[in-house]
């Protein structure tokens, strides 16, 4: 790598940086965060998830999980069981409010995210995609 070309995971690192802040100002209008719309994505993947996997999957801590979700169940967007049928994990599900707050929400981030690939071509976002899934993959392991 010469000299005059910025380190790639610096790059990567100032894009996520930048898509982040991007996506929080868009769907602050909306009253959630990009914490928010990764829990109530998640739950559409995987209803029924448990509070721990779903920390997990978002990149939060179980605590920051937690409070997470009291503020999704205070705001009707997840329900979650008083008590456990069998074991101690509550599963977790969207609501008829939690689904139309994810489209708001899946809208405005496709948006922003067409907004970072507007210099791309078509096969350049798809050759960046391929790119990023295999450098996960090889950190991964």
Do not use: W
Request: hydrophobic letters at 45%; a neutral charge.
């Amino acid at each position: 790598m010469s000299n005059d070309s910025p380190q790639v995971g610096y790059v990567l690192k100032h894009a996520q940086s930048l898509l982040h802040q991007r996506m929080e100002e868009a769907l602050k209008h909306l009253g959630l965060t990009v914490s928010h719309y990764s829990c109530l994505q998640r739950l559409r993947l995987e209803p029924g998830i448990s509070a721990a996997a779903l920390a997990r999957r978002t990149f939060v801590t179980r605590q920051s999980m937690n409070v997470m979700l009291q503020q999704l169940i205070d705001r009707d967007l997840v329900v979650r069981p008083k008590q456990a049928e069998s074991g101690r994990a509550l599963p977790t599900v969207l609501t008829a409010t939690g689904l139309g707050a994810l489209d708001a929400a899946q809208i405005v981030v496709d948006e922003v995210e067409q907004r970072m690939l507007s210099g791309l071509t078509a096969s350049e976002s798809a050759a960046l995609a391929d790119g990023l899934a295999a450098c996960v993959s090889a950190l991964a392991e």
